[in-house]
């Protein structure tokens, strides 16, 4: 739905200026910029994005609150699902493809601008604390590899930013220590300056623990497509708890910000990083690898409690934020600004967006390690071409975790079901999938090669590969693989 537009909009239009164009005139004030990204961290797990078990133990308040004082992104999806490519593409605003950042703690080139560099080069004080996940490169690597990224100026964020810190864990339930983090930055703007400030929590990335506290495992919804198993639902009970904590960490945030005066003058835009190491998420093209959570608070701007259902693209961030500023995309984003979207206007945003997956920390005969796949997403289907389907299933970051333990001795007993056999233990996998995802939002059914599906299928494949060639995609055209079958 196009939300309604605050009146300070309305007066800006009566007065024959755009609200675009008056946000970037010299009379009026930058805002400040607060862009917090969560770990690992897929829809629907939000209260506000209709997640059930969020609402029933209430673990998510005070995002809730941030939703219902701004907009709610219900369409918004990551340009990977692992954590360093997915992070340089926001900052970038270009596809890890295109920038050659598929390898898991690849940096991107040193003539790469970010889009924090133009906010420094016009005015903001600009920082980058909390956990950045490797954007210029794994924090404890091998000397030779530190020395040549060092060398080629590949490790240089101390540099661009006015307060960096390389690794800073948090946890969402100690409030003195993240709300410290984000006060010690904010001392060091200079009065006057508009701030950009980055912050990155761990939550909810595994490293669990055992504590799920006031979460009943056994009053847990779980999605049809996992197996429905005692030791999943533990490790989802866990999981939660890792929610809870992150809420309460940005709730801590906030108050800081209304503490200090700043909450009314400052964009404030949480997402989530990447899709969640869960079944079927975290490494995967599939919904709950790529699908996130995307709130923005503007206030006088973003009308509260609105919701949008354009498609949206980590790589779309960079030029918002740019336009939010006043300032024009970087030469070479291929972002799209949804600027007009956050104002109210009509806005038909994007047909389509598309994600990657290249190699992340793991074996390279599993898809933990390594997977070569690309998807294209639609307004209502998904297209996953993978170009390694011999690779067999393992979840990201769960080979040893005794939810995967108790799947897998569930499939040798013979007593796991028929779908879940052939959703994690077929091979090889199908090079192309297709899926409705208003009919089949888990993607159950696999509905590429179906001659009613066709003209969909050709269509999406098509977009697919003409968006392969514009990024200089090193993997074969699906359309090549196919005539050499």
Not at 87 to 113: E, M, Y
Not at 208 to 223: M, R, V
Not at 468 to 484: C, G, K, Y
Request: charged share 20%.
């Amino acid at each position: 739905m196009v939300p309604i537009r605050y009146s300070s909009c309305i007066v800006l239009a009566l007065a024959g200026l755009s609200p675009v164009s008056a946000l970037g005139s010299a009379s009026s004030p930058k805002p400040n910029i607060l862009l917090i990204l969560s770990d690992d961290h897929s829809v629907p797990h939000i209260g506000c994005y209709g997640s059930s078990n969020c609402k029933r133990f209430n673990l998510t308040p005070h995002l809730d609150a941030l939703a219902a004082s701004g907009m709610r992104f219900d369409r918004a999806y990551t340009a990977a699902p692992q954590c360093a490519p997915s992070r340089i593409s926001i900052f970038a605003g270009r596809s890890p493809v295109g920038l050659g950042v598929t390898r898991f703690a690849q940096p991107a080139r040193p003539d790469v601008p970010f889009f924090t560099d133009m906010l420094r080069e016009n005015g903001y004080w600009t920082g980058l604390d909390g956990r950045h996940q490797h954007l210029d490169g794994r924090q404890r690597d091998s000397e030779h590899v530190q020395e040549t990224l060092s060398a080629l100026g590949m490790r240089s964020l101390d540099a661009r930013f006015d307060h960096f810190v390389r690794s800073a864990r948090t946890k969402g339930d100690d409030l003195a220590r993240v709300s410290g983090r984000v006060a010690a930055a904010l001392d060091k703007v200079p009065a006057g300056k508009p701030f950009f400030l980055y912050f990155g929590f761990n939550q909810p990335h595994r490293g669990f623990g055992d504590d799920h506290e006031n979460i009943d495992p056994a009053k847990l919804d779980l999605p049809p497509d996992w197996p429905d198993l005692p030791e999943v639902r533990v490790d989802y009970a866990r999981f939660l708890a890792e929610i809870r904590d992150l809420d309460a960490g940005v709730g801590a945030i906030m108050s800081l910000l209304a503490g200090r005066g700043l909450e009314d003058s400052t964009l404030v835009i949480f997402m989530g990083d990447n899709g969640e190491a869960l079944f079927r998420g975290k490494g995967t093209l599939f919904d709950r690898g790529t699908h996130v959570p995307l709130l923005v608070r503007w206030p006088g701007v973003v009308a509260p409690g609105s919701a949008s259902s354009i498609l949206v693209s980590g790589v779309d961030l960079a030029p918002t934020i740019l336009a939010a500023a006043g300032l024009d995309a970087l030469p070479g984003m291929t972002g799209l600004s949804f600027l007009p979207a956050l104002l109210g206007e009509e806005f038909p945003g994007r047909s389509h967006v598309f994600a990657e997956r290249g190699w992340h920390w793991g074996p390279i005969t599993r898809t933990d390690g390594l997977d070569l796949s690309r998807s294209i997403t639609s307004r209502r289907y998904r297209y996953i071409y993978n170009a390694l389907p011999e690779r067999s299933y393992t979840p990201v970051d769960m080979p040893q975790n005794e939810a995967w333990l108790g799947v897998q001795s569930a499939h040798r007993a013979g007593t796991l079901s028929r779908l879940h056999n052939r959703l994690y233990f077929r091979n090889p996998r199908p090079v192309l999938e297709l899926y409705d995802l208003e009919a089949d939002p888990y993607e159950l059914e696999n509905l590429a090669g179906q001659e009613e599906m066709r003209s969909i299928e050709q269509s999406l494949r098509l977009e697919l590969e003409r968006w392969m060639i514009r990024e200089s995609d090193f993997l074969p055209l699906p359309t090549h693989v196919l005539a050499n079958q």
